[in-house]
T-cell receptor, first 113, second 112 residues
């Protein structure tokens, strides 16, 4: 079991640039989650998918953020344009079902200068 | 009021002692409770889940749940330096996966 795979591990970009984060969930897991972690706010749910369908995106900060899951094995989180306040660690997690415990990827540390 | 509250610590205990981590939550209808361990620079990993009142033991870890008091705790017996990490409490509310809230975590340091 390779676990949840995220790329890149680190991303440094300038304000205004587009950033795309990628995630491959564990095979067979039906639910996929994107979280953001900061020191001040902890882990916050941005969006989650069930069977590739977005169920709740109310945690997405604003229209600059978008997420897609074109198939069961791939998801992206895009920020366009990026801002310094977007700097955080972004985690992707998957679970067999919506209410099962989560399996987290290693995260992408995003720094926007 | 935050959905899940934890003492941020840091909590320091000597090696071999019992570490006690506490968490309170606001949604009285919550049904599922989880403890995750997060080492610095790493991702959270699930160490315990508990669904009914009482104690649940797994090796050196014991989770305790009291739904009436809206309180969940994690005890670590015979603490080891390798237990030094941040422990996140997560509570799943009634309405489903979008109602899974994490506390901000308690940083534990076990002193050799």
């Amino acid at each position: 079991d390779a676990g949840v795979i995220q790329s890149p591990r680190h991303e440094v970009t300038e304000m205004g640039q587009e950033v795309t984060l990628r995630c491959k969930p564990i095979s067979g897991h039906n639910s996929l989650f994107w979280y953001r972690q900061t020191m001040m706010r902890g882990l916050e749910l941005l969006i989650y998918f069930n069977n590739n369908v977005p169920i709740d995106d109310s945690g997405m900060p604003e229209d600059r953020f978008s997420a897609k899951m074109p198939n069961a094995s791939f998801s992206t989180l895009k920020i366009q344009p990026s801002e310094p306040r977007d700097s955080a660690v972004y985690f992707c997690a998957s679970s067999p079902h919506e209410i099962s415990p989560l399996h987290f990827g290693n995260g992408t540390r995003l720094t926007v200068t | 009021q935050k959905e899940v509250e934890q003492n941020s610590g840091p909590l320091s205990v000597p090696e071999g002692a019992i570490a006690s981590l506490n968490c309170t939550y606001s949604d009285r209808g919550s049904q599922s409770f989880f403890w995750y361990r997060q080492y610095s620079g790493k991702s959270p990993e699930l160490i315990m889940s508990i669904y009914s009142n009482g104690d649940k033991e797994d090796g050196r870890f014991t989770a305790q749940l009291n739904k009436a008091s809206q309180y969940v705790s994690l005890l670590i017996r015979d603490s080891q330096p390798s237990d030094s990490a941040t422990y996140l409490c997560a509570v799943l509310g009634q309405t489903g996966a979008n109602n899974l809230f994490f506390g901000t975590g308690t940083r534990l340091t076990v002193i050799p």
